[in-house]
């Protein structure tokens, strides 16, 4: 397949960008870089993408895995920025990732902690996102509009709320993404479709306009990759690479529980943070089961590790909100995970908290014609790379991906459990397939975990997983759950000593 990537062709891809010079080399796989490269491939530039370790390494696989319909940014009065969610939400749920996005229940439980002045004035912000959905054209049946529910209906889709003085609830929808590293894996993909050059395991040393300097990380080999233009699209590492560049790194962590810990669960939660006007905990069911709750903001000082901790304080802080709205409490060992990511946020100098730092994107231009671009949200990374691409080749076509549909993109037709569908739609089938063909691999890597041998197959032939860590932490996200992530060690490793 064309969108395959695997090792073979990362081999000959890095031949081919040691020898020729590309018009666009892109720096960083996350959905911003992806989405970059993606971007100039499709307006039929030859690209080089490169990452100094996988494809969603960074940022873009600790979200919220949200998108956004931009109502957050009404609130502080970001017009334009919240109906630029808006349009970009549009354009995934129904144009481009229709299989990876759908709009997600959101219940805000009134509690007697939230005054009927405030649940007025939540409503109409809803409300608001509602108008936000129709100007950018999202029909309802895609994203259903916000309703006041009675306490029994509210109870009825969230059994685990405490139902002692509570007087109902906001019902609001939202978009979803079904795995934020998904997103990035089809985005590469599609790139690759368009004769994107993906390689992972390849770090930047060092970036000119024309260039950069590459170490290829599985050999420790170093060579020149040389290009026309060249985009810096590293997230809270770009200021390593482009120094006039500072940014303020804020933490977010989420909790993981597992299946059935908070009991059945038909929405996710707004939990008011108390003492905050606008700040919310996030209760958010994933497809497989798994809840992950957060999420907090906190700036990081000093230097920015590869991975970020999530801190015992930031563990306690979001039980214990969770815990002030629930029949019964969830204890600390029932906290099966807890990682963390950082915001990469431009640092305007302003001296503001990094919550009230702007979610808005940036695209720079270094003096050595390096563009950054930077900030911005996983839900506006096409925005972004659009805007990157005009920056760095003015001479290029216009933009195609607003309709260009990502790798599997399809819901209906397609003869294949819907989990599958969800995850690889379209592909879901070739999945299927290689079931039917080996029934072996229908085999759950887990006991109680959905994922089949087949899936880690599939990531190793076309999904560019190239050892365990990238198979477990994000092809898959069995590596959420420290203990099941050990356990699935060993499947992980006898799928990739298959033979290709
Ligand atoms: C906790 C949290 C929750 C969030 N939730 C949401 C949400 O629900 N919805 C939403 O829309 N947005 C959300 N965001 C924002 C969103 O996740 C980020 O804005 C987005 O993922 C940033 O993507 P990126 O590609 O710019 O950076 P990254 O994903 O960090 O990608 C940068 C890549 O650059 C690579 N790299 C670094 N240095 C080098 C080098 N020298 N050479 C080669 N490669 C290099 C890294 O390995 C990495 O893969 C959230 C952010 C956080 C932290």
Redesign the pocket.
Known sequence: METSLNAARRARDLDDARREVADLLV?????????VALDAAARGLSVVA???????????????????GGLRYLASGQIGLARE?AAERHVLIRHTAPHLVKAQPYLLPLTPGVPAATARKLMTGYRLGDLLRAAAGTPRKLIPGPARLGAAEALDLVPALAADGLRGALRSYDGRVVD?ARL?VALARTAAGHGARVLTR????GLAGDGAE?RDELTGDVFTVRARAVVN?????AG??APEITLRP?????LVLREGVLGPLRAGLHVPIPGESSRFLLVLPQSDGHVLV??TDEPVEGPVH?VAEAPEGDVEFLLATLNGVLGVPVTRDQVAGAH?????LLDTGSGQGTADLS?RHAVLRGADGVVT?????????RR?AEDAVDAACPQARRSTTARLPLVGAATRGIRAPWRLVERYGAEAEDITALIESNRALGAKVLPGEPTTWAELLWAVRHEGALDEDDLLDRRTRIGLIPEDRQMALKVARHVLSLQP
């Open positions: 720096v960083g796989l996350g959905a911003t870089g992806a989405g490169i990452d100094a370790h996988d494809l969603a390494f960074g940022t873009s696989r600790w979200s919220s895995k949200l998108i956004h969610s934020d990035v390849c770090r930047a040393l590459v699209a590293t997230g809270v590492w390593l690479l804020s933490r977010g962590t989420h957060g999420l590869d963390a990511g950082l915001r990469p979610r671009v930077v900030g911005g949200k996983l839900t506006t990374y972004m």
